[in-house]
């Protein structure tokens, strides 16, 4: 049995396999209207302490493209609300459903629920990783514009479990990753120092920009943040990702967001919109790269 807390989880041809299945997925919706039942009679239970709008929905939806049922469990539907262990509740809740998708505040807490889970866990998004998101845009990038192997990607903005989880990336897609932040806002130096082959730091995002064929930013401010907003607006006002600025990058770079994304902050007015946007894309891949992920999962078992 495999859970996926992280892209480091699962090998790089595992990753791979699943992306290749999300495209599959993708294109058999698409000209056929439905996909194959591959989670009839299974049930996927989603355990929300964070809230979500993408996470749930395309969770939610792919597992009934698949035939399955998903069960959705916020804060005030568990006793973990109420004081329950988590190891506790992680046996119970394994020993009902098939699978089992968290997102949540604490990476470690995760790491206890997996631990204590007899069915796969899936890391739907921690303060530290969001390694789904990665899925839809490795995904992404492979639709518009084939392996992203060898090529170089620029993380724009702070560095946070988005920019984390494309650290993991650049390791097990064999890409180079340049990080514009400012100083204090880096991801974890541990992290770097594993990665130094392949990570860079920069505090201009002009020069890390430049040679780029993805450009990727998000939120100044995640959730649990609200309270550094307004310091943080002022601490990366230099880090908008506009434009402009993607003309510093190859002439056939892309541009991603995670989403909910804030226009005139850290992207510009028309940003999404775009030539070199791809978010709507990316948005929609993450029902077809989970569904992928799922359908891998489960087959592990």
């Known amino acids: ?11 790089s041809d ?14 058999e919706l698409k000209q056929q209207g439905h996909n194959k039942k591959s989670m009839d009679g299974k049930v996927l239970g989603m355990i929300f302490e964070k809230s979500s709008t993408r996470t749930r929905v395309s969770f939610e939806a792919g597992t009934a493209q698949l035939g399955g049922h998903a069960i959705f469990l916020s804060p005030n539907d568990t006793q973990m609300g109420r004081g329950e262990p988590v190891e506790d509740t992680a046996r119970v809740i394994s020993s009902m459903v098939d699978i089992i998708m968290v997102r949540t505040f604490n990476h470690l807490m995760l790491e206890a629920f997996a631990k204590n ?3 796969p866990v899936i ?7 969001h390694p789904c998101q990665l899925l839809a845009d490795m995904q992404t990038f492979r639709e518009h514009r084939g392996d992203i192997q ?13 920019c984390q989880s494309y650290i993991n990336a650049a390791k097990q ?25 392949r990570v860079e730091i ?22 649990g943040q609200e309270s550094e907003k307004r310091e943080r607006q002022k601490t990366f006002a230099n880090y908008m990702v506009t434009e402009e600025l993607m003309v510093q990058a190859e002439p056939d770079a892309l541009f ?5 994304a804030y226009r005139g902050y850290e992207i510009s007015e028309t940003m999404l919109d775009a030539k070199s946007s791809v978010v709507w894309d990316e948005a929609e891949n993450r029902l077809h790269a989970q569904k992928a992920l799922m359908e891998f999962l489960l087959a592990q078992q």
């Open 1 to 11: 049995m495999k859970h996926f807390l992280t892209l480091l989880d699962l090998t």
């Open 14 to 27: 595992e990753l791979n396999a699943i992306l290749d299945r999300a495209i599959e997925l993708k294109n």
């Open 117 to 119: 889970s007899s069915v």
């Open 123 to 129: 890391n739907a998004l921690t303060d530290d990783f």
């Open 150 to 162: 060898g090529k170089t990607v620029t993380w724009v903005g702070d560095g946070n479990n988005m």
């Open 173 to 197: 897609w064999d890409f180079k990753l340049k990080i514009a932040c400012p100083e204090g806002y880096e991801p974890t130096r541990s992290l770097l120092v594993d990665n130094s082959d």
């Open 202 to 223: 920069y505090t201009d995002p002009v020069e890390a920009v430049s040679g780029s064929s993805l450009v990727v930013t998000d939120t100044w401010a995640s959730m």
């Open 256 to 260: 991603m967001h995670c989403l909910p």
